[in-house]
Structure formats: C-alpha cells, structure tokens
Nanobody, 127 residues
Framework: QVVESGGGLVQAGGSLRLSCAAS????????IGWFRQVPGKEREGVSY????????????SVKGRFAISSDNAKNTDKNTVYLQMNSLKPEDTAVYYC??????????????????WGQGTQVTVSS
C-alpha cells in the first residue's frame, strides 16, 4: 500500500513537504516517482528517486525548487520518500501522486511502468 500525505493550501513562494509511505514493499529495489495531475491534463512526472543507486531526476519546471529524498531505511517494508517543494508557484497546483516502479525508468513519460500508486494528495498554491 502506498500512501501520500502533506498536501495542502499554501501561498505562492511558500513550501510544502510531501511524504510517500509504503508498507509491504521493500523500497531498496524500486524507483520512487512523484507525479502530478490537473483536471483535463495528462499525469506529469515530476521527480524520481532510484533506491538502487540514490540518483535523482527532476522535470525542468521544478528543478532547483523541489528536492526528493528517502529515509534510507534498508531491508524494511516501512519506508518513506519525501518531496520537499520550495518556491511554490500557482502552476504547481495539482494532485500529487507517489508511485513505485521495479523496472528501469528513462524518461518522465513512463508513468505506465509504475505498478504501485497512492491515492494522491492535493496541493493548491494561491497567487
């Protein structure tokens, strides 16, 4: 089970930290992705964290403002990945989803490779 938390309403320029917790899955072998979606648009990949080698990736629109990290809890099914979002903009408003993939990811257009998804958490940035 994958559960996101930490969404809310914030003014432009503010910060939020999203959390993604998964039970029953050992994060060590997974790529953790954060996605977001607004009504009428496709789901957009925002950031990835590769637990196998610790590498991170960000879509251009959030680079320098968002940071993904893991609690690095090894060999346990109690894991948490965070998305620290700073300097938020109204265009960051969306439902944010956490997802896990066991297969390699090469681009932000590969949401279909993620087999485990959370229910989403709403982030609203007011101007």
């Amino acid at each position: 089970q994958v559960v996101e938390s930490g969404g809310g309403l914030v003014q432009a320029g503010g910060s939020l930290r999203l959390s993604c917790a998964a039970s029953g899955l050992i994060f060590d072998d997974y790529i953790i992705g954060w996605f977001r979606q607004v009504p009428g648009k496709e789901r957009e990949g925002v950031s990835y964290f590769n637990n196998r080698d610790g590498t991170t990736r960000y879509v251009a629109s959030v680079k320098g403002r968002f940071a993904i990290s893991s609690d690095n809890a090894k060999n346990t099914d109690k894991n948490t990945v965070y998305l620290q979002m700073n300097s938020l903009k109204p265009e960051d408003t969306a439902v944010y989803y956490c997802a896990l993939s066991i297969v390699p990811i090469t681009s932000f257009q590969e949401a279909y490779k993620f087999g485990y998804w959370g229910q989403g958490t709403q982030v609203t940035v007011s101007s």
